[in-house]
């Protein structure tokens, strides 16, 4: 009864799919060739994208390292500007505590006009306090007029330019 039911359907359709069959294990169809073919080809433009990849990405490391390489000067320096401009701040601000000093000391009442047998005597005009200028920096002001007489003092040299 088993056997039965295989013979109806025709032995030629059965041995057409043994012969498809046949070729398909041996790759004998045009189609597999052509398709084979194509992803061969595919295959090799990939790896071949891989490979100029991988090179392009090793010039980039390169790259950035050297780039790298001379940031590194410029980062020392740049760590010793900050140094310095820190420096540069407390020193403006110790200066500016002697200022305040000097000008509490000078507006003691101590700080009178006395008069005696021949001359005036006037205490020297305080310096002016320093305001804040632009970017936080203080500006100069001129120093006072200079008097004449006997307790003149000399200008200070200048300062030397900033490099």
Partial sequence: MADDEYDLLPHREIADLKD????????????????????????????????EASVQMN??????NLVA?????????????????QKIAEGIVALADMVDDMKRKQDSPMRRTFQTETTTIRPEPM???????????????PPPPMSSGPGMR??????????
Avoid: V, Y
Wanted: hydrophobic share 35%; net charge negative.
């Fill in 20 to 51: 498809e069959l046949e070729k398909l294990k041996k790759g004998n169809l045009p189609e597999s060739k052509d398709s084979m073919e194509k992803l061969s080809n595919s295959i090799n433009n990939l790896l071949t994208i891989f490979k």
């Fill in 127 to 141: 310096l002016q306090p320093f305001s804040p200028g632009p970017m936080n920096l203080p500006l100069m002001q």
């Fill in 154 to 163: 000399r200008p200070l040299p200048p300062l030397p330019p900033l490099r």
């Fill in 59 to 64: 010039l980039e490391e390169e790259e950035a």
């Fill in 69 to 85: 390489k001379h940031l590194e000067p410029i980062a020392e320096k740049i760590d010793k500007i900050l140094d310095q401009n």
